[in-house]
C-alpha cells in the first residue's frame, strides 16, 4: 500500500534526491525542501517537510553529499546572485552559499566521490570540489 511522501501534495517538482536520513526536492516557485524519511513500513510518520531554501529563479534539480544539498538555479528573486549558479546549504537550510558561477546557465547537476559536476545550456560540463581547500 502506497502512502504520500508529503504532508501536503504539490504538483510543481523539479528535482529529488536522498540521503540516509532526509529526501530533498526542489520546486519550480524556487524553493528547496527537506523532510526525514518514513521509519521503516513507510508509514508516512515522519516529520512534516521542511522548506530549506527560496527564492531561486530558473531553479533545476538537486543532489546531496556530506551533510550538504545542492542545486542548479539561473537567479534569485533578490538579484543577489543575478547570474544564477550552483548553490548549497547545510543539510537543514542555514546559509545559502554559491559555489559555482552562472556561466552558460547550469542546467544539470551530478556529483563523483570528490566534485560535483554540472553541464550548462551551452552544452559544456564543469566540476567543482566538494571539499573547497581540494583541487579542481
Do not use: M
Not at 522548506?51 to 534569485?76: C, H, K, L, M, Q
Amino acid at each position: 500500500d502506497r502512502t504520500p511522501a508529503l504532508e501536503s501534495q504539490i504538483s510543481d517538482a523539479v528535482g529529488i534526491t536522498a540521503d540516509a536520513a532526509n529526501f530533498y526536492f526542489t520546486r519550480a516557485s524556487g524553493e528547496v525542501w527537506q523532510r526525514q524519511l518514513s521509519p521503516a513500513g513507510c508509514a508516512g510518520a515522519s516529520a512534516a517537510e521542511k522548506r530549506i531554501a527560496s527564492g531561486f529563479d530558473g531553479i533545476g534539480d538537486v543532489i546531496t553529499y556530506d551533510g550538504t544539498v545542492a542545486w542548479t538555479a539561473t537567479g534569485d528573486v533578490a538579484n543577489a546572485y543575478a547570474g544564477g549558479g550552483i548553490f548549497t546549504t547545510l543539510v537543514g537550510g542555514i546559509d545559502i552559499v554559491q559555489i559555482g558561477p552562472s556561466t552558460n546557465g547550469p542546467s544539470d547537476i551530478e556529483q563523483s566521490d570528490t566534485h560535483v559536476v554540472y553541464a550548462t545550456t551551452q552544452g559544456t560540463i564543469h566540476k567543482l570540489p566538494k571539499d573547497p581547500v581540494g583541487d579542481i
